[in-house]
Nanobody, 128 residues
Framework: QLQLVESGGNLVQPGGSLRLSCAAS????????MGWFRQAPGKEREGVSC????????YYADSVKGRFTISRDNAKKTLYLQMDSLTPEDTAVYYC?????????????????????WGQGIQVTVSS
């Protein structure tokens, strides 16, 4: 069983940057595709970015492509999301996720309730 804990959320001005981290415990990450979902008030959770378990194949939602960068370090059991050029539309609670779904695009596009492991979520607010 994995436990996932996010950190790095904050209040940031439009155009600014944040780096989110997700620390995992309870097992190896070698078998899990991982990613980030987010949820704004009144909206469903949506896949933001996902990364494969081994070779680092990545997926980005169209809304963040070119601005966000996902990475992972399995030895450190940590997942990262570098967020640049942030806009108010990026304001949401961000969740770290992990699942044995073995296709990167599949993890980020499935309905959120089927994903096995979730962090507690961390607030990101982009506002002037």
């Amino acid at each position: 069983q994995l436990q996932l804990v996010e950190s790095g959320g904050n209040l940031v001005q439009p155009g600014g940057s944040l780096r989110l981290s997700c620390a995992a415990s309870g097992g190896t990450l070698d078998y899990y595709t991982m990613g980030w979902f987010r949820q704004a008030p009144g909206k469903e959770r949506e896949g933001v970015s996902c990364i494969s378990s081994d070779v680092g194949i990545t997926y980005y939602a169209d809304s963040v492509k070119g601005r966000f960068t996902i990475s992972r370090d399995n030895a450190k059991k940590t997942l990262y999301l570098q967020m640049d050029s942030l806009t108010p539309e990026d304001t949401a609670v961000y969740y770290c996720v992990a699942d044995k779904i073995d296709l990167v695009q599949a993890l980020c596009t499935v309905r959120a309730f089927v994903i096995d492991y979730w962090g507690q979520g961390i607030q990101v607010t982009v506002s002037s």
